[in-house]
């Protein structure tokens, strides 16, 4: 069949070597990187300090529009950070954990990292409430929203999951946190560039994500979304100068907040990795999120049917609309399978309790499913494997 988007192929080198089916971890790296990453250090060379004043300072501003567009945020919403962590710690700097709204709720099919700090926060008072998983592949929503009441204070939670790819109802758990007075903090990271994400029609109070997966932007440029009218009330304790009103007046004592999305960022920014950010979101946004999506529902349900006509589990949701852009397909030795895809230039992944993680985009060939699925089968049919 004739799939338009494949146009965009030339511009990934690496789609000419491999089977690339790994966005969900580290999306292909599109060709302008390079000259990206020349002008950088071109700039740099020839214009030294003056850079800042010229590009430099500005471009946090600029790529957190740019992801922003793709979420219907408006200008000036997104601020940019090294990851995703770092954006739950300044979310956590706006909040004290004094008083008796101190509950924070998620649940186990968070991505570990996420969970990892909101545990810490145990230490600054913060309960934690963890609601956890019957299937390993679908989030308990109902028990969720039953968990959050008039003493969460936030709800971070993965709008799909990385296991699994189950879509969150982020809609039903933003209407049930304000209905109690708790904000949600979305991680898009599994979402935007494959699943369309709407922070406006949400009305979410945060979003977050990196870019370096499905939006092929490489590693150290994340994005956090502020609800325009919520931000100018929170003051992020975790702040730095380029989070004040006049950053160059280098006033001495406590900040004065900038209006901006700057509000929300702290130190210097990490101008390469922006750099390498605006290539992948141009592209994005360019194709398209919604043909991106129709094009991925169409591919995983064809990776769900291969699978199924091998008897292998596949630990994702069936139904598209509760599905992300990766399939989870458990078959016996599946890790010790993925490291031999990997020896043949597939790429995927295995993860604990999920399987080999299989995640076409944009630029896949319907073949290459075919391809990828036969390679297992063949792996399997050699076995014993090494391992
Ligand atoms: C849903 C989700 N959140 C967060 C992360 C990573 O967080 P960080 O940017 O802090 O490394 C990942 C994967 O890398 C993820 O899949």
């Not at 789609?15 to 580290?26: A, F, G, K, P």
Request: aromatic content about 8%.
């Amino acid at each position: 069949m004739s799939d338009d988007l494949l146009r965009y192929r030339s511009e990934f080198p690496i789609l000419e070597r491999t089977t690339y089916l790994i966005s969900n971890s580290l999306g292909a790296m599109p060709r302008g990187v390079a000259d990206a990453m020349k002008g950088y250090a071109e700039t740099w060379a020839a214009r030294g300090v003056r850079a800042w004043e010229e590009r430099w300072w500005m471009l946090a501003a600029e790529v957190g529009d740019r992801i922003g567009a793709l979420m219907n945020a408006p200008k000036g919403a997104v601020a940019t950070h090294p990851n995703v962590t770092t954006c739950q710690a300044v979310v956590a700097s706006c909040f004290d954990f004094s008083g008796r709204r101190n509950t924070v709720v998620y649940t186990d099919m968070n991505f570990p990292s996420v969970m990892y700090f909101w545990e810490a926060q145990r230490a600054r008072g913060a309960r934690v409430r963890m609601v956890r998983t019957d299937d390993g592949v679908t989030a308990p929503t109902a028990r969720l929203l039953d968990a959050i009441d008039d003493e969460t204070l936030v709800v971070p939670i993965s709008h799909v999951l990385f296991r699994s790819a189950f879509i969150n109802d982020a809609a039903a758990i933003v209407e049930k946190a304000h209905a109690v007075g708790a904000h949600v903090v979305l991680d898009t990271f599994q979402s935007l560039g494959t699943v369309p994400v709407d922070v406006q029609r949400l009305n979410v109070d945060f979003a977050c994500g990196g870019v370096l997966k499905w939006l092929c932007g490489g590693p150290g440029t994340a994005y956090l979304y502020v609800r325009p009218d919520l931000a100018q009330t929170l003051q992020p304790t975790f702040t730095g100068w380029f989070a004040h009103e006049n950053p160059f007046g280098f006033e001495v004592g406590p900040t004065r907040y900038t209006t901006a999305a700057y509000r929300f960022m702290n130190g210097t920014t990490p101008i390469p990795a922006l750099e390498a950010a605006r290539p992948g979101l141009q592209i994005v946004a360019d194709a398209g999120v919604d043909r991106i999506r129709a094009k991925s529902i169409r591919q995983t349900t064809r990776l769900i049917e291969l699978a199924d006509r091998h008897g292998w589990t596949v630990n994702t949701p069936r139904d598209p609309g509760k599905r992300g852009g990766t399939v989870s397909i458990d078959m016996p030795h599946a890790e010790q399978v993925c490291r031999e895809l990997l020896r043949r230039d597939i790429l995927v992944d295995w993860r604990p309790k999920a399987g080999v993680r299989m995640s076409p985009h944009f630029y896949t060939r319907d073949e290459e499913l075919d391809t990828a699925i036969a390679a297992v089968e063949e792996i399997l049919s050699e076995r014993p494997v090494a391992g």
